[in-house]
């Protein structure tokens, strides 16, 4: 069975450009999510959805962060405009819904915003 | 807010030593329990869970933890470490609220475990 597909795997951009991350989560899998990791630190999350529906996005800096999951699958998440401060890895994770289920993880997305 | 603190930052050991990796978590309340690994160059997995019952956990790879409420630790164990067990260590929590959970994890800083051979 396909893991999480993320791409694309790395990314460098200057500072102030538009950046698009993908994520293909486990077939099944109706929970999404995006984490953000800095380099030395644990992954922080950014974004839940159960579905379609972005059910936490507490965490999202909505001022230049937006991520969709169109028809419940794939789904994007999009810094515009991107600051240095920015560069680091982005992780999209899937489980089956429930709590206690595993939450299995993609590869993420090396940014580096020059 | 919930934090997760992992007390090495890096372990050096060699082939066959014991391991035992630190996390405290400050939450009072219910909580599920997580170690994830992350092998270099590779996506993070996870190892082991705990949501209720026996506070020993047993994992992949000749892993356990146990759960002490009491000292609101998860600490991380394999009797007798391989080279190919260096990699980054995750813990993460969650809390269980009465009339659910929440999803968010919070996960520590990491450990990263060097095995000499």
């Known amino acids: 069975e396909a893991g999480v597909v993320q791409s694309p795997r790395y990314k460098i951009i200057e500072k102030k450009q538009p950046v698009a991350f993908w994520c293909n989560p486990i077939?099944?899998?109706?929970?999404l999510y995006w984490y953000l990791q800095n380099l030395g630190q644990g992954p922080e999350l950014l974004i839940r959805y159960e579905n379609e529906e972005a059910v936490d996005d507490s965490q999202l800096p909505k001022d230049r962060f937006s991520a969709e999951r169109l028809k419940g699958v794939d789904s994007t998440l999009k810094i515009q405009p991107a600051e240095l401060g920015d560069s680091a890895v982005y992780l999209c994770?899937?489980?089956?819904?429930?709590?206690?289920?595993?939450?299995?993880f993609g590869p993420g997305t090396r940014l580096t915003v020059l | 807010a919930q934090s997760v603190s992992q007390h090495n930052h890096h372990v050096i050991l060699s082939e066959a030593a014991s391991l035992e990796l630190g996390c405290n978590y400050s939450?009072?309340?219910?909580?599920?329990l997580f170690w994830y690994v992350q092998y270099p160059g590779q996506h993070l997995q996870l190892l082991l869970k705990y949501f209720s019952g026996d506070p020993l956990v047993k994992g992949i790879k000749g892993f356990e933890a146990e759960f002490i409420k009491s000292k609101f630790s998860f600490n991380l164990r394999k009797p007798s470490v391989q080279w190919s067990d260096t990699a980054e260590y995750f813990c993460a929590v969650n809390e269980v609220y009465s009339g659910g959970s929440n999803y968010k994890l919070t996960f520590g800083k990491g450990t990263l475990l060097t095995v000499n051979p």
């Open positions: 994770a899937s489980s089956l819904g429930e709590v206690t289920d595993t939450q299995y």
């Open positions: 939450y009072g309340g219910t909580v599920n």
């Open positions: 077939s099944g899998h109706n929970t």
